[in-house]
């Protein structure tokens, strides 16, 4: 099994996507990138920590590639929008994805290039005309949400709540 980390905005709605691709044995919602040893969700919400709220993917890359993984990230939020997703406004909301080893890196990055050269297989890019503001960085500690937050879509019986497609 690998690992994928994303920070896509809320991450309610970004779990929920990933957890019904097939091939993603696993997730986990939490907090990546800041400064605060094992942050709180209070902590994080505060935009003081430098935080994101993210979800990692346990996933088998016999059935999943990290391209489609990728492909479901792009997807799944604007990458476009600086520090926010829909009505979520903070930097724990920004669109990064954090890269597990060089591997992942290049395949991000790569993926990245694509989606600025072509917007046509993205709704919200080709609609948009800012430059995608997604961060690729290094994984950082990460610690996992709250147990409440975990798989939360699922144990409210909702759709998608944050996705913008």
């Avoid at 669109?95 to 060089?102: E, K, L």
Wanted: charge should be negative.
């Amino acid at each position: 099994m690998d690992k994928a980390t994303f920070g896509a905005g809320c991450f309610w709605g970004v779990e929920a996507a990933f957890r019904r691709l097939d091939g993603v044995t696993a997730t986990c919602v939490g907090y990546a990138g800041g400064t605060t040893e094992n942050p709180t969700y209070e902590e994080v919400c505060t935009g003081r920590t430098g935080h994101a709220e993210v979800v990692q993917v346990t996933f088998d890359p016999a059935r999943v590639s990290y391209e489609r993984l990728l492909d479901l990230f792009w997807d799944v939020h604007d990458p476009t929008s600086v520090n926010r997703q829909g009505p979520d406004i903070g930097t724990q909301y920004r669109s990064v994805i954090f890269y597990h080893d060089a591997a992942q890196e290049a395949a991000a990055r790569e993926s990245k290039r694509k989606l600025a050269a072509s917007r046509e297989g993205n709704a919200i890019l080709s609609r948009l005309r800012r430059p995608i503001a997604t961060e690729i960085l290094p994984a950082p500690v990460f610690t996992p949400a709250e147990d409440y937050h975990q798989q939360y879509v699922e144990k409210q019986g909702q759709g998608l709540t944050c996705r913008l497609r």
